[in-house]
C-alpha cells in the first residue's frame, strides 16, 4: 500500500509540488482574488484537465491530438443538457406553444423532447453519460485509428477534422442541441442556484479537487509499467511490439482516459460558467488547449496546470488591450517554446531549480537515472542531460 | 506439411514486392540450440526473412512453422509470444529509460493494458533483470539512461532485452556492425553462452566473427539459398566465392 501511496504522489519531490500547487490555487487565489476574477481562474482551471489529458497522450504516449476539444465539449454538453432540462420546466416555459422542452427546441418548431435528451433528465445518469459517452467516442476513433496503425500527424489532422465536423454538426442540428448560441440560461443543479457567489465558490473547490484528483490518478498510470511502455513506444513504438505487446490497445486506453478527464474538464466548465457552446469544441480551442500544455511542459502533469494559467492570464490581459494582437502573439508563444524551451515552464525549473541550493537538495534526493559516472570502457556520448521530472 | 523435430521450419517461403522476388521459395530448418549465420551479399533478402518470421512482412506464398506452429498467420506481438525474440540492425532500446528500466519493461508479464497497470515489481522480476544484466556485461550501470551507452553497450542491452523473454528462438541482424574488435569478441562469447538452451539465426557480415560462433551457415543470394553447411565447406564453395567472398 505505501508503494501504491509514493507511487501516486510521485516520490517527496512530487508530493511537494503537488502541495504547491494545491495550496496555490485552494489558498492563495481564494484568498487573493475577488470573486469575479476567481470565477476566471476557475474556468482556466477546466482548460487545465484537458492539458493534463494532454501530458498523458502526447508528451508521454508521442500522441498528438488536436481535437482533445471535442471530449470537453461532450463532457460540457452533457451537464448543459442536464442543466437545461431542469431549467425547462412546464411552469417557466408555460409560454412556449410546447411548455416543458427547452426553449431552442420550442423555437424550432420540435414538439417532443428528442430520445437522447431523456436520459439527462437524471443526474446519475447525466454524470454516467459525462464520463462513458465521450470514452466510448475515444474509443471508437482510437480503435479505428491505432489498430490501422495511423498516428503521428495523420492523427493529428484527423482528430482535428473529427473536432470541426461535430461543431459543424452541432451548429446544425439547432432544433436538439442548440446550434451557434449553445445551451445556454442555465440556472439551478437540483434546485441550487449556481449563479451565486457561494455556489461558485464551493463549485470552484469542486473543481479544483477534481483536478488534482486527475493528476494523482494521471500520476499513478505513469509511474506504473504502462507509463514506461508510453515512453518506450514514444521512443521505439517497433521495439515495444516485437516485445510481445500490442500497442494498439496501450494507445487506445490512454487515448480514452484522457478523453475522459477532458469529459471532467467540460462538465465543470458548464456548471461554472452557465453555459456550452460549439465554439469550445472546434478547432481553435482544441489547438489551444495543446499550447498549454506545451508551455506548461508536456511532460509535467503539473506544468500544464500552471501553463494553463499563465497563457489564459495573458490572454485575459492582452485581449483586453489589443484583442486583435492576441492571436499572433499566442501564434509567437507557441514557436518560441517548442524551439526554445520544449519542456516548458517545467523543463525551465528542472535547469534552474538546480541552482538554487534548497531546491537542488529536494531534487537530488530522488534520482531518477544516475549518470555517466559509472560507465566502464567505450567512450560515454556527452548528451545534454535530458531526463523528465 | 508434416510435423518435425525442428524449432524452425520454413518451407516455400515467398515473398514479392510489386513482382521482384525478395525471397524466392525458401527453405531453412533449424535445430534445437543450433547457432544458424546466415551471410550474404546486400540486397540478398536476409533481412526480409527475418522480418518474414518475425512478421514484420508477410509473406507471399509458404509456411514457416516454429515448433510445428504456423507463423504466418500471427500478428507480430503472437509471434513474440509464442518464443520468437528479433533484435534489430540498429540498436532499437528506449533512450530515455534506465538500462534497468528497459529490462524491466521487457519482461514478458504485465503484457495487457490492465496487466501492465497493476504490475508489481515484484523479486522474481528483479532477481531476472539482476540475471540478465550480468549476463550482458552491464551489472553495474543498471541506472545509467541508456542514450548514455556506447554504441556496443546498446547492441548487448537489446540482445539482454530479448533474453529477458526467454525466447526459445533469438534473431540477431547484425549484432556486432560497429564494435570495436574487443567487443566483438565479448559479443561471441556472449552468443555462445546464450545459445546454450536456446536457438539463435544471426545476420552476419564479418567472417571472423562468424567462424567464431556459427554450427552451421547459409549463403543467401538473390533471395535464394547459394549454400549451406559448415563454415569450411561454405568457404571453399565456387559460387560462394563468385558471388559474395571474393577471390
Known amino acids: 500500500m505505501n508503494e501504491t501511496l509514493s507511487k501516486i504522489l510521485g516520490g517527496k519531490q512530487g508530493a511537494i509540488g503537488l502541495a504547491i500547487l494545491a495550496a496555490f490555487i485552494m489558498i492563495v487565489l481564494p484568498l487573493g482574488l475577488d470573486p469575479f476574477r476567481l470565477g476566471l481562474i476557475g474556468k482556466y482551471l477546466t482548460y487545465a484537465f484537458v492539458a493534463v489529458s494532454l501530458v498523458l497522450l502526447w508528451g508521454n504516449g508521442g500522441i498528438l491530438s488536436l481535437g482533445q476539444g471535442i471530449f470537453f465539449g461532450l463532457g460540457g454538453y452533457g451537464m448543459a443538457m442536464f442543466l437545461k432540462l431542469e431549467a425547462s420546466d412546464p411552469v417557466s416555459t408555460a409560454i412556449q406553444s410546447t411548455p416543458g422542452i427547452p426553449d431552442f427546441m420550442d423555437w424550432n418548431q420540435l414538439t417532443a423532447l ?34 490501422r496503425r495511423v498516428g503521428g500527424v495523420y492523427f493529428a489532422i484527423i482528430t482535428q477534422a473529427i473536432a470541426l465536423i461535430l461543431s459543424i454538426l452541432i451548429v446544425g442540428q439547432q432544433g436538439y442541441t442548440g446550434g451557434v448560441n449553445g445551451i445556454t440560461d442555465l440556472k439551478t443543479l437540483l434546485g441550487w442556484d449556481i449563479r451565486s457567489d457561494s455556489a461558485k465558490y464551493v463549485l470552484y473547490y469542486v473543481n479544483a479537487g477534481l483536478l488534482i484528483a486527475c493528476i494523482l ?32 490497445n496501450f494507445k487506445i486506453f490512454i487515448f480514452c482516459l484522457a478523453a475522459m478527464i477532458s469529459a471532467i474538464g467540460g462538465a465543470m466548465f458548464t456548471l461554472q460558467v452557465g453555459f456550452m457552446s460549439p465554439t469550445f469544441i472546434g478547432i481553435v480551442p482544441s489547438i489551444e488547449m495543446v499550447i498549454f500544455a506545451a508551455v506548461g511542459g508536456r511532460m509535467s502533469l503539473i506544468g500544464a496546470v500552471y501553463g494553463t494559467l499563465l497563457v489564459n492570464f495573458g490572454k485575459t490581459m492582452f485581449s483586453e488591450t489589443y484583442p486583435e494582437l492576441w492571436l499572433f502573439l499566442m501564434g509567437g508563444l ?7 524551451f520544449p519542456n ?46 | 506439411m508434416s510435423n518435425t523435430d525442428f524449432v524452425l521450419a520454413v518451407e516455400d517461403l515467398t515473398v514479392s514486392f510489386d513482382g521482384f522476388k525478395a525471397v524466392d521459395k525458401l527453405n531453412m530448418y533449424i ?37 510445428n506452429r504456423e507463423l504466418t498467420k500471427l500478428s507480430e506481438h503472437e509471434i513474440v509470444r509464442a ?71 546498446k547492441q548487448w542491452l537489446e540482445i539482454g532485452m530479448l533474453l529477458m523473454q526467454e525466447p526459445e528462438l533469438l534473431m540477431l541482424d547484425e549484432p556486432v556492425a560497429g564494435m570495436s ?14 545459445c546454450q538452451n536456446r536457438s539463435v539465426i544471426v545476420i552476419e557480415h564479418d567472417m571472423e566473427f562468424v567462424k567464431k560462433i556459427a554450427h552451421k551457415v547459409t549463403v543467401l543470394h538473390q533471395g535464394k539459398i547459394l549454400a549451406e553447411g559448415a563454415m569450411d565447406k561454405v568457404q571453399a564453395n565456387e559460387k560462394v566465392i563468385e558471388v559474395y567472398l571474393g577471390h
Open chain 1, 344 to 389: 516548458g515552464i517545467a523543463g525551465i525549473y528542472d535547469k534552474y531549480a538546480k541552482k538554487v541550493p534548497f531546491l537542488r537538495k529536494l531534487s537530488e534526493e530522488t534520482p531518477k537515472a544516475k549518470k555517466a559516472e559509472a560507465i566502464p570502457a567505450a567512450p560515454v556520448e556527452t548528451k545534454e542531460a535530458g531526463v523528465k521530472a
Open chain 1, 217 to 248: 490518478l494521471s500520476r499513478y498510470v505513469l509511474s506504473s509499467k504502462f507509463g514506461m511502455l508510453l515512453l518506450a513506444m514514444r521512443d521505439k513504438e517497433e521495439r515495444v511490439r516485437f516485445s510481445g505487446y500490442d500497442v494498439s
Open chain 1, 114 to 147: 428528442p430520445w437522447f435528451w431523456e436520459p439527462f433528465k437524471s443526474l446519475p445518469l447525466t454524470i454516467l453519460a459525462i464520463l462513458v459517452v465521450p470514452t466510448i467516442f475515444a474509443f471508437l476513433i482510437g480503435y479505428a485509428m491505432f489498430k
Open chain 2, 181 to 194: 574488435a574487443k567487443e566483438r569478441d565479448q559479443t561471441a562469447e556472449l552468443l555462445n553462452r546464450i
Open chain 2, 31 to 67: 535445430d534445437k540450440n543450433e547457432l544458424r549465420v546466415v551471410i550474404g551479399p546486400n540486397g540478398a533478402g536476409k533481412t526480409t526473412v527475418l522480418d518474414l518470421i518475425c512478421g514484420k512482412t508477410k509473406s507471399t506464398a509458404g509456411s514457416i512453422k516454429f515448433k
Open chain 2, 83 to 153: 518464443g520468437v525474440g528479433r533484435k534489430f540492425q540498429t540498436p532499437s532500446i528506449y533512450e530515455n529509460l534506465s538500462v534497468y528500466q528497459n529490462l524491466e519493461v521487457s519482461y514478458p508479464k504485465g503484457r495487457g493494458v490492465f496487466g501492465s497497470l497493476f504490475f508489481k515489481r515484484s523479486d522474481e522480476v528483479m532477481a531476472q533483470v539482476y540475471k540478465i544484466a550480468k549476463e550482458i556485461m552491464m551489472e553495474d550501470i543498471l541506472h545509467t539512461e541508456a542514450a548514455l551507452l556506447s554504441h556496443g553497450q
Open chain 1, 334 to 340: 507557441f514557436i518560441a517554446v517548442v524551439m526554445f
